[in-house]
């Protein structure tokens, strides 16, 4: 990394990890009621690369999967479509241990896009259509990401990485579309535990 001081090697982390994305979502209205409209829980996946700039401070580019696919459910009736979720983010890490300790706990803020995908086909019968239909399109968010965890020395340059995201984004409406006079709200949490590598280089 090049500074005004001159350009000083710093150490580069990369690692990937696996979780679970559980959903907090939002909902779809109409004056024929209201229905749940969100993505469903599934496992997850998650790669990063990095560095540590300074002892305390640190950032990485890091990429987030999730499988499962849109729904949208009322009364124990539910419409559901095949999908899976990509998010991009770069974000800050500020550590509360110096680069020399053992266990390094964290926080982490970042932003990012997050692309919600369809892979399955659109239903042809939507019990549920008078609050508002599943559409079989693509569609790209902005993301928000937050959370923590700590990095665990196990080897040199080897340390088990524990992690809690919260991935914010808004509801992708064009997937989640209200009929005429209705309304889509409330913003998508996919809280996501992972455990994983992370390897200093």
Known sequence: MC????????PWNIGGAVG????????????????TAGIENHFALSAWIGEDLYDRWGGELRYSFQNGGPFVESGGVRTAMAGKTHAIHFDILRYFAPKDAKIRPYASCGLGAKSFVVTGSQPMIQPL?????????????????????????????????????????????????????????????????????????
């Open 3 to 10: 500074t005004a001081l001159g350009c000083v090697a710093q």
């Open 20 to 35: 679970y994305g559980a959903y907090r979502n939002g909902s779809l209205k109409s004056g024929a009621g209201s229905a």
């Open 129 to 201: 259509r008078a609050i508002g239909l599943l559409t079989a399109v693509n569609q790209v968010k902005p993301v928000i990401s937050l959370g923590g965890g700590a990095k665990i020395e196990i080897a040199p340059h080897l340390r088990v990485r524990v992690d809690m995201r919260d991935y914010i984004s808004p509801m992708p409406a064009n997937i989640f579309t209200p009929v005429l006079g209705g309304k889509a709200s409330g913003l998508f949490h996919q809280f996501t535990p992972t455990v994983g590598i992370d390897f200093t280089i």
